[in-house]
Structure formats: structure tokens, C-alpha cells
């Protein structure tokens, strides 16, 4: 099961920096994004992202400052082909998420499976802000 790691903001801004100004027309092609819902429950703030082909050692989950970036690659097979139609990306790849401000970090859970990768922010509860 992959780990939500916590990153420095200025080190997540600055490797997202690096990347935007190395992209070029013929680089970008190569940096995708998988598929993802994010959506609400009355408990909890989910993401969900389909990235079937990826071990778990292939991707990064970081959250910082309500930001969450995932990063990662999905290999292509090295296969002599004739390609009649091509859609399943391969590559690296790359999604970032602002979380909202409403929800316990520190109780976030993520798990990889059946080619999803699915994280869940439990919501504060309402009485979470009061004063003891």
C-alpha cells in the first residue's frame, strides 16, 4: 500500500516549476494524466485514479499545504507493434489536487488496488473546532 508522505511546499513547487519550464511540445506529449473522480461523502473527501500497469514502488503520493501531487510511470512493453488504434498511455505522469481546508490529514488513508488508487481525507467533524 503506498504512503501519503508529506513534502516541504517550496520543494513540491519547485520540482513542478522545474518540469513546466523543461516542457517542450515533444516533452509534454510524454508527461500524461490519468483518469481521476474526486467527490464527497458526509464522511469524507475522496480521490480516486485509475492507474492500472503501476506497482506501488512506481508512484508517489505528497501532500503539503491542502496541495496533493501524484507522480509516477507506467512502462511501456517493448514490443514490436503495429498499432491499429493507440490509446492507453504509458510514461510518466503527473496529477495535483487542492484539498480542501474541511478535512483530517493525519487520518488520510490510500490504497492500490485492482488498478485504483484511492485516497480518503476523513472530514473534520463539526464539533472538531470547538474549544475543550
Do not use: C
Not at 108 to 119: H, N, R, S, V
Amino acid at each position: 500500500m503506498p504512503a501519503i508522505v508529506r513534502k516541504s511546499i517550496p520543494a513540491v513547487v519547485e520540482t513542478r516549476r522545474e518540469i513546466l519550464h523543461a516542457v517542450s511540445w515533444h516533452v509534454r506529449a510524454n508527461i500524461w494524466s490519468p483518469p481521476a473522480d474526486v467527490y464527497e461523502t458526509d464522511e469524507s473527501f475522496v480521490i480516486k485514479v485509475e492507474i492500472a500497469g503501476v506497482r506501488d514502488e512506481d508512484f508517489e503520493v505528497a501532500v503539503e499545504n491542502n496541495l496533493l501531487m501524484i507522480a509516477g510511470y507506467r512502462p511501456d512493453q517493448n514490443e514490436r507493434r503495429a498499432y491499429h488504434q493507440m490509446e492507453i498511455m504509458f510514461g510518466k505522469f503527473e496529477l495535483t489536487f487542492e484539498l480542501p481546508t474541511h478535512i483530517e490529514m493525519e487520518n488520510a488513508t490510500a490504497q492500490y488496488k485492482d488498478g485504483f488508487l484511492m485516497i480518503v481525507f476523513p472530514k473534520k467533524s463539526a464539533n472538531h473546532n470547538e474549544v475543550k
